[in-house]
């Protein structure tokens, strides 16, 4: 991401003053650079070919060194600074009091001036936007840190991102309030310990109201005041080490977690049911619960690439063409579908092949458990041999139950997954699953044509996927938001395709992809229903 994080700091004599920034440095691209980019980027690439060093050139004249007191210093200009890289991307994260360039140094003393000045939220603690197109955009989190030295017992700083594309930064407003909110409180609950032990030993209080005041020792005493720095308000020697980690972690993070993707035509139903979990993700999550979610699901998927389904076509070989038929019927039908084995990568691969065939909506997976989870929180669970199933469920029309059985090979390896593997697939289901729904008919029309590459194959699923969840918006709005009867809806059924053989399944399919609409489709059609029945009495 090309941004920026710095702390500020209004020191008493001096103003507004950056202490700490953190920048990312990006690899050299092979491309001739292009005009019109961010320019963020490009300084820190050209800068990057200028020289390693750290320094201040915008900052490193004697006068500019000598107008800083401890409080707005952070590390001395002889301090190498902090250095990170991340090994996936080739990005180095490098932290120095200011950035390296003389035009960052500028937007940056910018952002910093108008974050402690003008550009304030009411009660001057809290998070602000603010920017332009030409000196950038920033989010800006202003709070207090408690100082009993300090006029009005407090020192007031602020947290600054700054990047030049706006829309990502406001796209980020949830995610970088949530994570600067807790590296403010960290340095708040700190600083304020420190502040209660000094208020024990020497309550300035007390010591200010018997004090005389005197115009000529007025400054001095602020010139004292104004001196103690961040680590000795926090006494954390490793204080810029700390912020260091953190804000290198924040623009990784961040950098990350949104990518733009070209979409042809409106957002399809999957996209938006994506987009509104990862929104409900990121309210309900916090860091610490992402690195323990990362390490399960790389812990799960360990294993040999050879003892994993590579596609449906592949799942199909393996099962074979009946009981590929009857397991795909029950994933359609919106049944619980349960693995139970040793393998947690071989269950987590037939999940992954087995829910293309449902909208992103649909799936509720849980990869591996315990112990039994009902089939509200899931429709596809994966569980070790020795978990026990209640009997109402073994005995459930509503589930399918698929025994992964290890095969003895004598110390042999094979990559045939059936010489290592048997698979043994039980319902209590009575019905015929080999009349419908016609979608699955024309799934496995595609699987056996051996002519239609795996990638032929998926586009044409993405395809009759797109085809019945079209099928699925009409039928919804036609029988739940315009509330018609049984007989009319039969008629759109039929005109719809849905009706003749297999009528049935394709009717369930349909109900039950209903479930996989998103809200923001559900909302926009009820406001737009609300909408026309205002109109008339208008």
Not at 27 to 32: G, I, L, N, V, W
Not at 330 to 349: K, T
Not at 350 to 365: D, Q, S, T, W
Request: proline content about 5%.
């Amino acid at each position: 991401m090309n941004a920026l994080v710095a702390l500020c700091h209004f020191c008493e004599l001096h103003g507004p003053r950056t202490l700490f920034c953190t920048e990312a440095v990006h690899p050299p691209s092979p491309s001739p650079p292009q005009p019109g980019l961010a320019f963020l980027g490009d300084m820190d690439r050209e800068g990057d070919r200028e020289g390693e060093g750290l320094t201040m050139r915008a900052n490193s004249s004697a006068t500019q060194r000598a107008d800083m007191c401890e409080g707005c210093r952070s590390l001395p200009a002889s301090h190498p600074g902090f250095v990170s890289m991340d090994t996936e991307t080739g990005i180095r994260y490098l932290s120095h009091q200011h950035p390296r360039q003389p035009q960052l140094f500028s937007v940056v003393r910018q952002a910093c001036v108008r974050s402690l000045s003008c550009e304030v939220c009411p009660g001057r603690e809290g998070p602000i936007f603010f920017g332009d197109e030409q000196h950038g955009f920033v989010f800006s989190h202003t709070f207090f840190i408690k100082d009993s030295l300090a006029r009005g017992f407090q020192r007031w700083y602020s947290i600054v991102m700054v990047a030049m594309d706006r829309i990502y930064l406001i796209n980020s407003w949830p995610f970088l309030l949530r994570h600067l909110k807790l590296t403010i409180q960290s340095l708040q609950s700190t600083a304020l310990k420190v502040f209660d032990s000094e208020q024990g030993v020497c309550p300035q209080r007390a010591v200010r109201m018997n004090s005389a005041f005197s115009p000529a020792v007025f400054p001095h005493q602020r010139s004292g005041n104004a001196a103690r720095s961040l680590p000795s308000l926090t006494q954390h020697p490793n204080l810029w080490a700390s912020l260091h980690a953190s804000f290198s972690w924040l623009l990784k993070a961040c950098g990350s977690r949104l990518t733009e993707k070209l979409l042809e035509g409106a957002p399809t139903e999957d996209t938006l049911v994506l987009i509104e979990r990862q929104t409900e993700q990121e309210e309900e999550m916090n860091a610490e619960g992402v690195v323990c979610k990362v390490q399960s699901e790389s812990t799960q998927a360990r294993g040999p690439s050879w003892t994993k389904f590579r596609s449906l076509r592949h799942l199909r070989q393996v099962l074979g063409c009946a009981d590929f038929r009857q397991l795909a019927w029950h994933v359609l039908m919106g049944n619980q579908v349960i693995w139970r084995g040793l393998d947690h990568g071989l269950i987590q691969s037939a999940f992954n092949v087995l829910k293309a065939l449902l909208p992103v909506g649909c799936v509720r997976v849980v990869a591996y458990s315990s112990h039994y989870e009902e089939a509200y929180r899931c429709n596809f669970l994966g569980l070790s041999p020795d978990v026990q199933i209640p009997a109402h469920v073994t005995s459930s029309e509503f589930t399918v139950l698929v025994d992964v059985l290890n095969v003895e090979q004598g110390g042999v390896c094979d990559d045939n997954i059936l010489s290592l593997y048997h698979f043994n697939i039980s319902s209590a289901n009575t019905q015929p699953t080999d009349k419908g729904p016609t979608l699955l008919n024309k799934i496995e029309v595609a699987l056996a044509n051996e002519n239609l590459s795996v990638d032929v194959v998926s586009h044409c699923l993405l395809c009759l996927k797109e085809e019945w969840m079209n099928k699925v918006k009409v039928l919804f709005k036609f029988s739940k938001v315009d509330g018609r009867g049984r007989e009319d809806t039969q008629k759109v059924l039929a005109l719809l395709g849905a009706t003749g053989p297999g009528e049935e399944d394709n009717v369930r399919l349909l109900k039950f992809w209903m479930t996989g609409l998103s809200k923001t489709y559900k909302s926009h059609l009820m406001t737009a229903v609300r909408g026309g029945e205002r109109t008339p009495s208008q």
